[in-house]
C-alpha cells in the first residue's frame, strides 16, 4: 500500500533524480562558461543550462524553410496572435493549473482540456483509452505526422492545496510550470493556426498525455505510441528555460536479484552445501569489472545488498538490487545482458564448487524506463536552433532528463524536449512558480519549429520526411 505520504517522499526522491540526471547530462556538455546570474533570483536560469556556442551549424535547407516560414504573412499574424493572445493563455494556465492531476488521478483535469480544446475549432478532439487525451490538426495531405505533448499530470498528491496565488506579477502554484504552462502554450499555438487558416502539409497531433510523473512510468506516451505507429516526429513541452532543448533521455533497467539454497552450520556442513552469500559475492565481483562506453554514458551500480543469518550459517539467502543505466538503447540492452548472465554464471560456479544443484537466483525487473539520444545534427535539433535564433532568442546546452521523451526516443523517432515560454522556478516542489514575462517567445519558437517540420502549404516544404511515403 502506498500512503500519500510515501508518494510524496517517492516524488520528493524522483525530482533529486530528475534533478541528478540534468547536472550529469549538463556536465556532458557544458563548456567552461561561467553561469552569469545570481544565485539569490530562484528564477535564474539553473547553472547547468549554461549557454554553449557554438552549436552544430544550422544547415542551408533549414534556415531557408525557417525564413519562408517567418516571412510569410499568415504565420507572421500568427506570432502576433501568439503575443495578444498571452493574457487568455495565462488564464487557461492557472484554470487548468487549479484542477488536482496526481498521475492515475487526471481525468477531471483531462476532460477540461478536452472542452479547452474543442472551444478552439478543433473537431478531431478523443479520450484514448489510457486517458490522454489526442486533438488533431489535419494537413493537407501526404505529409509527415507529428506530435507535440505536454503532460496532464503533477507530482502533488490529492488534498494539496494548489490554488494558484499572485504575488509581484508570479505565478505561485504547484504544478503550474510543470507541465501546465506547456498544455496551455498548445491551445494558444492552435488558436493563432485556426484564426490565420494556416494550412499545414503534415498532420499536428496535440496530445496531453497521462502518468507521466513518478510511479506513472510514462505509461501514457507509452500507450499513445503503442497506438499510433504512424509519428514522424516528437515535440516534448516540459518546464525548460527558454532556448534550452534536451536531447537525451536517460533509460534505465533495475532489478531485484534474490539467491535461495537450503543453508547450514558453517562448520558442519562446511563444503557441502552452496552459500547464497558467497555465490552473490562472486556476481557483484565480475560485475564491478564490467568495462561500459564512457558515450554513450553507460553505468552500472549494485545499491543495495541484504542476507544472510548469522556469523556461523552458510547463508541461504541474500539480496541485490542492481541499477543500469545508459543514454543509449543497445548499450543498455548489451550491458543488461552482461549483468543477467553473471548472475545466471555465479550460481552455476557455487553450485558446481559444492556439487549442487540446490542454489537458485531469481531476477526481478523492478523498473524500466526507455531512453536513448537524439543525434545532435538531425533535423529536428536544427530546426529548434534555426527556430530559436531566428526568433532571437539565445540556445543553450542541449540537456536530458528522464521525461515522456524516453519513449519515442527509444523507437527511433527523432524527438526533442523543449520549453514552452517563461521563466520557471521550485518545479516538484510547493514553492513552483511561474514567471509569465514574455511568455509567448516561447509559444512563437515552438510554433516556428513545429511549422518548419509538418511544412506550410505554398510556403515551406515539410523538413520531416513522412515515414508512410518512404515505401
Ligand atoms: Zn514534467
Known sequence: MITSLDIHRINRWV???????????????????????????????????????????????????IS????????????????????????????????????????????????????????????????????????????????????????????????????????????????????AAMLSMI?????????????????????????????????????????????????????????????????????????????????????????????????????VPKSPRTTYNVGIVKGGRSINTISPDAMMEVDIRSDGTKELADVTKQILAIIQQSVEEENKRLGSQSLKASIKLVGERAGGTTPPDSVIVQSFLGATRANNEKEMVMIGASTNAGIPISLGIPTLIIGSGGRYAGFHALTEALDPTNAFKGAQIDLTMLLSLVGVEGVSAPLIAAKSLAK
Do not use: C
Not at 488536482?100 to 487526471?106: D, L, V, Y
Open 191 to 291: 488558436r493563432a493556426l485556426n484564426a490565420n487558416k494556416i494550412q499545414t502539409v503534415g498532420d499536428i497531433i496535440f496530445l496531453a498525455s497521462v502518468g507521466e510523473e513518478g510511479l506513472g512510468n510514462l505509461r501514457g506516451v507509452r500507450a499513445f505510441f503503442a497506438e499510433n505507429k504512424n509519428i514522424d516526429a516528437a515535440i516534448i513541452v516540459e518546464s525548460f528555460p527558454i532556448g534550452a532543448a534536451g536531447i537525451v533521455s536517460t533509460a534505465s533497467n533495475r532489478y531485484e536479484v534474490t539467491y535461495e539454497g537450503p543453508g547450514g552450520h558453517s562448520y558442519a556442513a562446511f563444503g557441502q552445501v552452496p552459500s547464497a552469500i558467497h555465490a552473490m559475492g562472486r556476481a557483484i565481483a565480475k560485475i564491478s569489472d564490467l568495462d
Open 68 to 183: 519562408k516560414i517567418l516571412a510569410s504573412p499568415g504565420v507572421q499574424k500568427a506570432m502576433n496572435f501568439l503575443k495578444e493572445d498571452d493574457p487568455q493563455t495565462l488564464k487557461e494556465t492557472v484554470f487548468l493549473s487549479e484542477i488536482p492531476a496526481p498521475a492515475f488521478n487526471e481525468e477531471k483535469k483531462a476532460k477540461a482540456y478536452m472542452e479547452l480544446l474543442k472551444k478552439t475549432g478543433l473537431t478531431d478532439v478523443r479520450m484514448d483509452k489510457e486517458g490522454n487525451v489526442i486533438a488533431v490538426r489535419k494537413g493537407s495531405g501526404q505529409g509527415p505526422t507529428v506530435v507535440i505533448d505536454a503532460h496532464i499530470d503533477t507530482v502533488f498528491p490529492l488534498g494539496t492545496d494548489i490554488k494558484v496565488k499572485v504575488k509581484d506579477g508570479i505565478y505561485y502554484g504547484p504544478g503550474i510550470t510543470d507541465d501546465t504552462r506547456g498544455m
Open 15 to 65: 525530482s533529486s533524480l530528475a534533478l541528478g540526471l540534468l547536472l550529469s547530462q549538463a556536465a556532458l556538455v557544458v563548456r567552461a562558461q561561467p553561469a552569469a546570474q545570481s544565485s539569490e533570483d530562484p528564477f535564474a536560469t539553473p547553472d547547468w543550462v549554461a549557454p554553449v556556442a557554438p552549436w552544430p551549424a544550422v544547415s542551408e535547407n533549414v534556415s531557408q524553410a
